[in-house]
């Protein structure tokens, strides 16, 4: 379900890159599905007004293209008080004062749902092989938590150096092929780090076997653009229509059956060893993402190869897309920022080999990708909750069955109530002061204390709220150390056009555009 939270549509990325007759397609298709909304519309009851209906219908679509704005209007209009947004699909009510955060985060799980908003986004009936997952929270356990938040993340001090080197050579290999301008390299930089996290991530969830898999690996890539084109659709549908087109694109995601099908004789042969260990035979130890969520699913109920397969599919469908594009916007601001880049350098030349050790450290790194993080959020809505039961919050603010609870992200984390000069770049602002030194002079750092990337509080929600804070963050944040620490200490990075649009928006995402290009430049010939 992973990150779920951050449902983008890489499939609108196609727009990005200009590309005319897509974007006529996209906008066709588009029109069409809201023909299909407004012809679906069954409510013809006495006070029924078609123009008003269309009217409404248009602003709701509004959400689409402007949900960054609409998020932000309402939070300044809210004075911390619950707030609406309508969008064509869903009302969202989204929450920002700790008192409202804390009454979603205590509500119980058969009221408010990561799982049921992570279903409606990422519909896995039709794109996670008939994917049903339960919508109440534990019906089938939580292990999956302790596989990720501990299991993978105690795993990092051994995966490290390889990915380290792995990384390298790769990005390496990735930068040769592309194209040369006037002596020197252009690399579209978005296309170029989703390929290295969806490496790091196969390395580090399921060995380095499966990830000289190509076809896997192929599959692993285009599995995250098909599975949000597919969800996107389905969700724009009138709900009768759903099951029916869902069922038929589902059947044409052909990386969803690659990766079902190469990962469940792996998981078989998991189950056939499990059950011989309960015997008391002796069997191979596996260090793998496989192998955690099996031993880590129901004692009395243990899961089957097929439901592991699922879990895993889930997972890496969220691992996969919120880190690249974390990393591709800080590699953006490395590039809008050079003075950060000899004090990151330095950090990393004294501390890189201590962080494949401990898999910890690197505070100014972690600082920077923070700070990127907060002004360039892959997602404006964060701690999705869709109601399963009707909700009132203590003000009086109403939910239905099927609608969503939320945050502002982006909106509390650019209140100069709680970060200073909020629009300003100040890579270092979460870093200990002391750590700078004389250095510090140089760089404005205003955070009243010092924290660190994978803290959650009120004031920082891009790994979500409270109990269900994402598990992954310790591995994500290893992972983005590991490639910004390899592009830092390998090359150095300038945009090809520094004042070119940098991403593109849909719902409440940016998504980096895939056509900016950036020189990596190798600093040792
Ligand atoms: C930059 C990268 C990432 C971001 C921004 C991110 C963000 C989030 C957010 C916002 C949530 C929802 C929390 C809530 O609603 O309170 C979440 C949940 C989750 N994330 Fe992540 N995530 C990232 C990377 C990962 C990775 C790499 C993994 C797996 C290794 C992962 C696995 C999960 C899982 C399994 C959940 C569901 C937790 C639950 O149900 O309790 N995430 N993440």
């Not at 009302?91 to 008192?99: G, N």
């Not at 930089?189 to 196969?202: D, E, G, R, T």
């Not at 191979?284 to 031993?295: A, E, K, L, V």
């Not at 290009?517 to 040792?524: A, D, N, Q, T, V």
Request: glycine share 6%.
């Amino acid at each position: 379900m992973g990150v779920t939270s951050d449902l983008q549509l890489l499939w609108l990325t196609k727009l990005s890159t200009g590309a005319d007759l897509t974007t006529s397609i996209v906008l066709t298709f588009l029109v069409g599905l809201f023909c299909l909304q407004v012809l679906a519309a069954t409510d013809k009851s006495s006070g029924y007004n078609p123009i008003k209906y269309v009217q409404n219908r248009i602003k709701t679509w509004q959400y689409l293209f402007k949900g960054q704005k609409i998020i932000q209007d309402g939070y300044e209009k809210s004075g911390g008080k619950p707030y609406e947004v309508l969008a064509p699909d869903n009302r969202y009510v989204f929450v920002s004062d700790p008192k409202y955060i804390r009454e979603l985060d205590k509500a119980p799980d058969n009221v408010l749902s990561l799982q049921g908003a992570a279903k409606q986004m990422l519909q896995p009936m039709y794109t996670m092989q008939h994917f049903n997952w339960f919508v109440i929270r534990g019906t089938e356990g939580v292990g999956f938590i302790r596989a990720l938040r501990t299991l993978l993340t105690n795993n990092l001090p051994e995966i490290l150096p390889d990915l380290s080197s792995i990384i390298r050579s790769r990005m390496a290999e990735l930068r040769n092929s592309h194209p040369t301008i006037k002596g020197e390299k252009h690399s579209p930089v978005y296309p170029m780090i989703v390929k290295l996290v969806v490496l790091s991530n196969a390395v580090s969830f399921f060995g380095k076997d499966l990830a000289k898999n190509d076809a896997f690996m192929e599959s692993a890539l285009e599995y995250i653009e098909q599975t949000l084109i597919c969800a996107e659709i389905v969700r724009l549908l009138p709900k009768f229509m759903a099951p029916i087109v869902g069922n038929l694109l589902g059947a044409r995601l052909k990386a969803q059956d690659v990766i079902f099908n190469t990962l469940m004789p792996i998981a078989e042969q998991r189950v056939i060893e499990r059950e011989a260990k309960a015997m008391g035979q002796e069997v191979p130890h596996h260090p793998d993402c496989i192998q955690w969520i099996m031993d880590t699913s129901p004692r009395q109920n243990p899961w089957s190869a097929q439901r592991v397969v699922h879990e895993l599919m889930a997972i890496w469908f969220g691992s996969v897309h919120a880190v690249s594009t974390t990393i591709t916007f800080a590699i953006h601001d490395l590039c809008l920022h050079p003075e950060y880049v000899e004090p990151l350098r330095n950090e990393l030349v004294q501390g890189y080999a201590e962080f494949e050790r401990t898999s910890v450290g690197l505070p100014l790194l972690d600082s920077f990708i923070k700070e990127s993080a907060r002004l360039t959020p892959v997602e404006a809505q964060s701690s999705r909750r869709s109601v399963l039961k009707p909700f009132t919050f203590s003000d009086g603010t109403k939910l239905a069955v099927g609608e969503w609870a939320c945050t502002p992200v982006r909106s509390i984390m650019q209140n100069p109530e709680f970060y200073p000069s909020p629009l300003e770049f100040n890579g270092f602002r979460f870093a200990d002061p002391n750590i700078l030194g004389d250095a510090g002079d140089a760089f404005k750092y205003k955070q009243p204390k010092p924290s660190k990337l994978t803290d959650c509080d009120n004031t920082f929600h891009v790994w979500g709220t409270g109990r269900m804070a994402c598990p992954g963050r310790y591995y994500a944040t290893a992972v983005m150390k590991v490639i910004m620490g390899q592009v830092i200490l390998h090359y150095d990075c300038e945009m090809v056009e520094q004042a070119g649009p940098r991403f593109f928006e849909w719902r409440s995402t940016i998504l980096p555009r895939s056509n900016t290009m950036i020189k990596f430049k190798p600093l040792h010939a």
